[in-house]
C-alpha cells in the first residue's frame, strides 16, 4: 500500500473550494493508497511523474517515482510516496502543470 500525502496549501484550498464535499475530494485522493498506478500520467522531470486525476471539473496533479510505479508489483509499493501538490480548473491546467514542472526542475521533489 501507497502513503498518500496532501500538502498542508492544497488541503486548505480543498476546503475552501469543496466546503461539504471536501471529504469526498479527500477520499478520492486517498483512493491511490490502493490503487497507485491510478492517474493520467502528463510529463516526468528526472526519476519524477507528474501524473492527475479529475474530479468534476478539477484536476489535482500528484508527483511520484515513476519507476517504482512501473517496475513494481502493487504488493511491493509499500514505501511508494504519493504526494499531491496542485489543484486546477481546465482553463488554468496547462499553466498549473508547467509551475509544477519548474519547482520540480528548480527544487525538486522536495520543493513541495
Known sequence: MA???IT???FKEIEKKFKGEAHKVIDLLETLEDNPKKGKPLANVGKIVIKEIKYKSFRFYF??????LKV?????????LIKFVRISDKNSQQKTID????????????GF
Open 3 to 5: 502513503k498518500v500525502e
Open 8 to 10: 498542508e496549501s492544497l
Open 63 to 68: 508527483i511520484t517515482e515513476g519507476y517504482k
Open 72 to 80: 513494481l508489483k502493487l504488493e511491493e509499493l509499500s514505501d511508494l
Open 99 to 110: 509551475e509544477v514542472k519548474h519547482v520540480l526542475k528548480v527544487l525538486g521533489g522536495g
